[in-house]
Structures are given as C-alpha cells and as structure tokens.
C-alpha cells in the first residue's frame, strides 16, 4: 500500500507559477512511476505529466513548455513545477504512483487560475 499526500495548490493568477508536491510512503519509492492528472468540472481526469524510475518523462501537449515533473527519491518526493499557468489549467490535480501491481492515488488538489 502506498499513500500519497499532495500539497502545494491554491489560486494564482494567470501567467503564475504554484508547485505542487506528492509525499509517498513506501520503501520502494525510487521504482515507482510518479505523475500527475488534472480534472475540470465536467471532464475527463487527463495525464498532466509522469516521470519513471528511469527519470523519463511525458506531458500533455498542453503543458509541454510551462509545466516540469521532478523527483526526490531522498524525500520520496515528486514535484510539478507549474509556470505561465492559465485560466484553462483550473481543475483538481492529483498524483499518482504506480508500482508493478497496483495504481495508488492521493486526494486531489485544487488549482485555480484566474483571468
């Protein structure tokens, strides 16, 4: 079992910076695959961005550029750094990790962008 603690969001304006951080328990954190997905009212819950153990990452066309995952397996960590957000990067955030058997996910948190 692997429980994820999120923190680091709130209201910005657009073209803001917020960096969200994942707090993972577990012994085996630096195998993990961590990411991030993002849901707005009414949508899909969508990729944001993930890193594997082997440090390769993957984002959303929409983040590419704006949006960077990065991790601290000292601190079983993982971050996103967020910048020139948008009013449309408005959703709930949530991580993620990912281990050979099982997905585990944290609550969520929230991220508005205001026009």
């Known amino acids: 079992q692997v429980q994820l603690v999120e923190s680091g969001g709130g209201l910005v304006q657009a073209g803001g910076s917020l960096r969200l951080s994942c707090a993972a328990s577990?012994?085996?954190?630096?195998?993990?695959?961590m990411g991030w997905y993002r849901q707005a009212p009414g949508k899909e819950r969508d990729l944001v961005a993930r890193?594997?153990?082997?440090?390769?990452?993957a984002y959303a066309d929409s983040v590419k550029g704006r949006f960077t995952i990065s991790r601290d397996n000292a601190k079983n960590t993982v971050y996103l750094q967020m910048n020139s957000l948008k009013p449309e990067d408005t959703a709930v955030y949530y991580c993620y990790a990912r281990t050979l058997l099982d997905t585990f996910w944290g609550q969520g948190t929230q991220v508005t962008v205001s026009s």
């Open positions: 890193m594997m153990s082997t440090g390769n990452t």
């Open positions: 577990g012994r085996s954190f630096s195998m993990y695959t």
